[in-house]
């Protein structure tokens, strides 16, 4: 038996469960109780900041649009320190900034320290985020990616459930004690959650999946090859439409998704809701999204993802709507279950098609590259929802207008074709 397997505990064995579970499990944890409240929990952080220090809602937006510009930057240098350096240290550096940026908040005394703040946290939420945790699942499955992917991004749906709880810690002991808290807490945690990390199932005699031979690495969908027959370069990658019309189509989604989950507590407030009850809808839409994310994940393994990503940010969009139109607690409900359907079901498939589109030799560095495209077309537009809401005290053009963004992406990623390496 291979010496690493012994120290580490794995056996070749049906009844084990294989290691890249617990990963999965471990991204789903990092997603759900450290990163997910850091986005989702914006909306209570600007609602309490607002009423503060009385700064607009554009203002407000500004910092995450420009971190977005920072995200654009950033992106491909997260993917390449992926590659380079494996996820478990990228994932150790990114949890320490994010907890340095917590307690800086905690700290602010003017929009200036708020947007280098801000900074720190998205730099910290990047680098221990997304980028490192895909490549991490893309590394550990092949024939069960969807379904793993959609599994650990679940995470952040779960992190929906901790909102209330946010919103409770703010109005009881403040904006500052809460953030401040939450830093302290990440620092605690980050040690600990990286020393469990392993970067690539090979470097311990595994294979992915937790298959025993290297012929169970065959896929019975036709649409998916074969584990490592596909392996492009970030060059080559950037040469095919399926990059440019997946990271565009993801960032337009992303777009509508972020927007909106800024926007979304202030917007319910303003009806007269209650920021615990504008918490319980947020709730409500990852919670929703969390079954969702699952069963589009099974789906993703067995069926074409184009068109199932263009029906589930389709459904987002027209969840978007009905937040525009109507303004009752029943159709927030409403808009929070369509909704969590939509973004619930995309997120995972957007994912995974990179896997199955150009392999995982490069995949952190392409998924990085890819984040260039999203973050541009994600720069403007909770800026200008903020904006439109000043100077017309109303959300229903910017929120109509990022469901047209979202029927647009639909349109778009029905165009994909798997791209072919030869011609690349």
């Not at 927007?259 to 809808?281: E, F, K, R, Y």
Request: glycine letters at 10%; charged letters at 10%; aromatic letters at 12%.
């Amino acid at each position: 038996m291979h010496q690493a397997e012994i120290a580490l505990g794995y056996i070749r064995h049906p009844s084990r469960i294989f290691y890249g579970w617990k990963l999965v499990g471990l991204s789903l944890f990092l997603f759900g109780v450290v990163l997910a409240p850091t986005f989702l929990g914006l909306g209570t952080f600007f609602v309490a900041l607002e009423r503060h220090f009385g700064w607009s809602r554009a203002a407000l937006s500004g910092a995450f649009s420009l971190s977005r510009v920072e995200g654009a930057l950033l992106g491909p240098i997260e993917g390449y320190m992926t590659d380079l350096m494996g996820a478990r240290r990228v994932i150790l550096i990114g949890l320490l900034i994010l907890g340095v940026g917590l307690v800086a908040l905690a700290f602010i005394r003017n929009l200036i320290d708020f947007y280098v703040a801000f900074l720190i946290i998205f730099t910290g939420a990047g680098l221990g985020g997304f980028i490192p945790l895909m490549s991490l699942i893309n590394n550990w499955f092949t024939r069960r990616r969807a379904l793993a992917t959609a599994i650990g991004m679940s995470g952040n749906s779960v992190g929906g459930l901790i909102v209330p709880i946010l919103a409770l810690s703010i109005t009881s002991f403040g904006w500052q004690n809460t953030a401040f808290s939450l830093g302290i807490i990440i620092f605690a945690l980050a040690f600990p959650i990286t020393k469990v990390i392993k970067n690539r199932p090979e470097e311990y005699g595994l294979l992915p999946d937790g298959d025993l031979e290297p012929e169970q690495s065959t896929e019975n969908n036709a649409d998916i090859e074969p584990a490592d027959t596909v392996n492009f370069t970030m060059m080559q990658a950037l040469k095919t439409w399926a990059f440019w019309t997946i990271a565009i189509t993801h960032g337009l989604g992303a777009t509508a998704f972020v927007t909106i989950t800024i926007h979304v507590i202030p917007a319910l407030t303003d009806t007269g809701m209650s920021l615990q009850m504008a918490s319980t809808v947020v709730a409500t839409y990852t919670t929703t999204a969390v079954v969702v994310q699952v069963f589009s994940g099974y789906l993703g393994d067995r069926f074409s993802k184009p068109p199932l990503i263009a029906m589930f940010i389709t459904i987002q969009g027209f969840g978007i709507l009905i937040l525009a139109i109507w303004s009752s607690l029943p159709m927030a409900f409403l808009f929070a279950f369509i909704f969590g359907i939509g973004f619930g079901g995309r997120v995972p498939l957007l994912v995974s098609i990179r896997g199955e589109y150009f392999g995982k030799k490069a995949f952190g560095t392409i998924l990085g590259m890819s984040q260039v495209p999203m973050n541009i077309i994600m720069v403007a537009a909770p800026v200008l929802a903020g904006r439109l809401y000043d100077t017309q005290g109303s959300y229903l053009v910017p929120f109509v207008g990022l469901s047209v963004v979202c029927f647009a992406g639909a349109i778009l990623i029905l165009t994909t074709r798997r791209p072919n390496l030869t011609n690349s």
